[in-house]
Nanobody, 126 residues
Framework: QVQLVESGGGLVQAGGSLRLSCAAS????????MAWFRQAPGKERDFVST????????NYADSVKGRFTISRDNAKNTVYLQMNSLKPEDTAVYYC???????????????????WGQGTQVTVSS
């Protein structure tokens, strides 16, 4: 498993932006699919975005498409989530996840990921 540490969360007004970062501890980061999920209070953990090992394939939940951008820097073992035009409904704890299989193309399923960060809180005020 990979150790993951998220950062960049905080409180922002609606319409604002935040950039989340997720740093990985292991060199196999560069061959793993990475993803962001989020969990609002009292709700299930939901898929937000995924990026394949090379960065060439990305996918987004419909609710964030056009507003969020996922990217990665394999030299820094870091994946990012740029969040623009934030809405109050984006409020949640955001989790970074590393895929369990190398060279995957990405998945929205929780079961495809075997390493999780501790989460970072994002709060969007109206």
């Amino acid at each position: 498993q990979v150790q993951l540490v998220e950062s960049g969360g905080g409180l922002v007004q609606a319409g604002g932006s935040l950039r989340l970062s997720c740093a990985a501890s292991e060199r196999t980061f560069s061959i793993r699919t990475m993803a962001w999920f989020r969990q609002a209070p009292g709700k299930e953990r939901d898929f937000v975005s995924t990026i394949n090992w090379s960065g060439g394939i990305t996918n987004y939940a419909d609710s964030v498409k056009g507003r969020f951008t996922i990217s990665r820097d394999n030299a820094k073992n870091t994946v990012y989530l740029q969040m623009n035009s934030l809405k109050p409904e984006d409020t949640a704890v955001y989790y970074c996840a590393a895929g369990s299989r190398p060279y995957g193309s990405g998945s929205a399923s929780l079961n495809a990921y075997d390493s999780w960060g501790q989460g970072t809180q994002v709060t969007v005020s109206s």
